[in-house]
């Protein structure tokens, strides 16, 4: 198999053993790899009614194909396993260089089953695997763990691993690799916590062949100079990484403000990209191998902004100055940078964070939450409330208890479910679909919950590239954001990054077709695909994860979106929009082949060729 | 009629002399009654080969449409992420 080692690590952690399994080509050919396969060995190894914080959850990290090819961000990998967020599924996905080195250090994935007796972590080093013992590095949050790591396995090694959230359950925990990249969404972190496996450290130098890397490279280059032609005319995303987006999403009525109440935000010229490249920006930093390198490498000095703001890190990204900062009012760059800083070190997914944080600050404002409960006041705009609420979550202490289980429980239990501004638990990405349509109706049929990342309508609605669209329309919606899932699947399932291969490899002018990624991927692996049959292995593994969903009893009821998206934005461009979820489900489900219930038909399967998987 | 121009992220650069401190992005601009968004976007000082998205009042914009006082329009480009 080309571009594939054909073989996972499947480790036992009851047992404290492990063995080799081979992938069969089929499988790989046939459901991409990385989430595609992942989904596979979860519906083959696990009960979908299983809790996913007990051992018979399996957690899988999964590669895909072209993760450590020449192909452009060929550096990425997804965690897969069941949400204790959600209860649904999880595809968390990461760069840096972890992905890199876990794909040479000799395995295409890992699957972890059981839970270990005692703290322990993996290394694997050109197939050489260990399980060692982890207890000293217990409670260690993230970076000192990535240090102490290394020194005790390869000086090359590269560490994925959980902070104290993750060990403490939170169910919002994440997997830091590299120190400043996350797997985050969904509770990773709490299920790898729960099995109690702090880290795993890669090393190694095997890199599988290619079928045609003449080929593969000459395609390459084509995209690769198209970017570096933009990047020397002057790319948004090099110059300010994703926080040009504050500006844009501000403009649009879109940006989340005070838990999605308001779609502008005052603070916006204060927390945006120019204000964080001029005043926080040391250097832009990368992925692996990645010719575009947005990643924002950045300094608070506490002389300058406060030592509770004082740190050096890297980021905050788009997502995180919405959720840790308009959408709790925080207009404050260094606090917002020093709360992506904590969530880092501590393991937490920024998004459930800041929104389970705004969600506790509008119920405060609004009487429902009181001082006496939180243990202070805890306003909009609060910055160093809102540090302190971190630092409680990830330790589960006083408040932090609360929060630690997201925002959707605690808003039902205090009986204001439109304060918790989620789908199926999962709290929004940091763009208001009341005025992007099609976005909101992939987080409300997402197989994780609300996420952009499953299937990002705002590249096309919002933004225009390629093409732009009204977000405030219905009509072709539904097909719209099929092709958005099944394109991000396939994405995810390589191994690759949205951020450059969406835009060079796929034509976004007409119908964001698979144009040069499958010349990609037919050039490492031989697999021989159309863009027809791309897409459908896209579907594919699309449908399975929505069958695994199916099984563990979720279905039309279940493709909802927060009570708020059905109050009329108060201001702004969209004021006066809602979200009409009726106006697209029907078309989404018959785009998809299913049934009026959300359910994959038996024809569906049968087209698919898993009908054997019920 | 005034109009106001906003320019973002990598736009910013062609935002007249003097306007872009303090995070500034957007300038008042005169056109005639009876402009298009269209007939605006070929006088602006673009270059031919910028791609852009337009937003007339932060909402999805044509070139045929009309500008009238008091209107903003919002340039960037189509970038995307995040």
């Known amino acids: 198999m080309y571009g594939w080692h054909g073989r996972l690590l499947r480790v036992d952690l009851t047992n404290s053993s492990f063995r080799e399994e081979p992938i069969p080509e089929d499988d790989a050919r046939r459901l ?75 395995y295409d994935l890992v699957i972890f089953e059981g839970r270990a007796p005692h703290p322990v972590y993996l290394y694997i080093n050109d197939r050489h695997v260990e399980l060692r013992d982890a207890t000293h590095l217990w409670g ?23 902070g104290p959230a993750g060990e403490n359950g939170v169910l919002y925990a994440a997997i830091l690799n590299d120190c400043h990249r996350a797997a985050a969404r969904s509770g990773v972190g709490a299920v790898m916590g729960a099995k109690n496996l702090k880290a795993v450290a890669a090393a190694g130098t095997m890199i599988p062949a290619l ?3 003449k080929a593969m490279r000459a395609v390459v280059r084509e995209a690769v100079g198209e970017l570096a032609a933009a990047i020397k005319k002057g790319h948004s995303m090099r110059i300010y990484g994703t926080s040009y987006v504050p500006d844009v999403t501000n403009a649009a009525g879109v940006f989340p403000t005070h838990n999605f109440q308001f779609g502008q935000f005052d603070g916006t010229p204060r927390i945006n990209g120019p204000f964080l490249k001029d005043n926080f920006l040391i250097r832009n930093g990368g992925c692996y191998g990645c010719p575009l390198a947005c990643a924002r490498i950045t300094e608070v000095k506490g002389e300058i902004w406060g030592e509770q703001f004082a740190g050096k890190g890297e980021g905050p990204e788009y997502e995180t100055i919405g959720s840790l900062g308009s959408a709790c009012g925080v207009d404050n760059m260094a606090a917002v940078t020093k709360a992506n800083y904590l969530c880092n070190e501590l393991g937490l997914d920024t998004i459930s964070m800041g929104l389970t944080v705004s969600c506790a600050m509008e119920m405060y404002t609004k009487g429902i939450l009181t001082e006496a409960e939180i243990g202070r006041p805890l306003p909009f705009g609060d910055a160093e409330g809102l540090l302190e609420m971190i630092r409680l979550t990830a330790a589960r202490q006083g408040f932090g208890e609360e929060l630690a289980q997201g925002s959707w429980r605690l808003a039902h239990k205090h009986g204001h479910p439109e304060m918790s501004i989620t789908a199926k638990k999962q709290e929004f990405a940091s763009y208001d679909p009341r005025g992007i349509k099609g976005l909101g109706l992939n987080f409300a049929t997402s197989n994780i919950g609300a996420s952009h990342m499953t299937g990002d309508t705002a590249y096309t609605e919002l933004f225009g590239t390629g093409k ?23 994405l995810d399932a390589a191994g690759l990054c949205v951020f450059v291969t969406l835009r060079y490899t796929l034509d976004t002018a007409n119908g964001y077709q698979p144009t040069r990624l499958v010349d990609i991927i037919n050039g490492a692996t031989g697999a021989g695909y159309t863009r027809d049959t791309l897409l459908e292995a896209g579907d594919r593994v699309y449908t399975l994860e929505r069958l695994f969903l199916t099984k563990a009893g979720f279905s039309r009821a279940d493709d909802t979106l927060t009570p708020r998206m059905a109050e009329p934005m108060p201001a702004g461009p969209i004021q006066g929009e809602t979200i009409d979820l009726s106006r697209m489900l029907d078309d989404y489900y018959r785009a998809r082949g299913w049934d009026p219930n959300g359910i994959p038909t038996r024809a569906k399967l049968e087209a698919l060729g898993i009908a054997g998987w019920t | 009629m005034q109009i106001t121009i906003q320019l973002l992220a ?41 791609l852009y998205t337009v937003l007339l009042n932060g909402r999805h914009a044509d070139p045929h449409d009309l500008l009238y006082p008091g209107d903003l329009l919002t340039i960037f480009p189509p970038a995307g992420g995040g």
């Open chain 2, 10 to 50: 990598t736009y910013r650069r062609y935002l007249p002399p003097g306007v872009g401190q303090d995070q500034q992005d957007s300038y008042p601009h005169d056109v005639a009654p009876g402009t298009t968004i269209g007939d605006l976007l070929v006088t602006l000082p673009l270059a031919p080969t910028d």
């Open chain 1, 211 to 213: 079928y045609d890397e």
């Open chain 1, 468 to 490: 732009k669209i009204d977000g405030l329309t219905y009509d072709g919606k539904a097909e719209l954001v099929k092709h958005f899932q099944d394109v991000f699947t396939i």
């Open chain 1, 32 to 106: 991409i790899g990385g989430r595609g396969l992942a989904i596979k060995y979860l519906f083959e190894g696990m009960d979908p009614h299983a809790d996913p914080l007990s051992p018979d959850n399996l957690l899988i990290m999964a590669t895909g194909p072209l993760t450590s090819t020449p192909a452009p961000t060929g550096n990425r990998y997804m965690v897969c396993c069941k949400s204790p967020l959600t209860g649904a599924l999880t595809r968390s996905n990461s760069g840096g260089v972890f992905p890199t080195m876990l794909k040479r250090s000799g």
């Open chain 1, 140 to 162: 260690r949050e993230t970076q000192e763990a990535d240090a102490a790591l290394k020194a005790e396995t390869h000086p090359k090694a590269c560490v994925a691993c959980i």
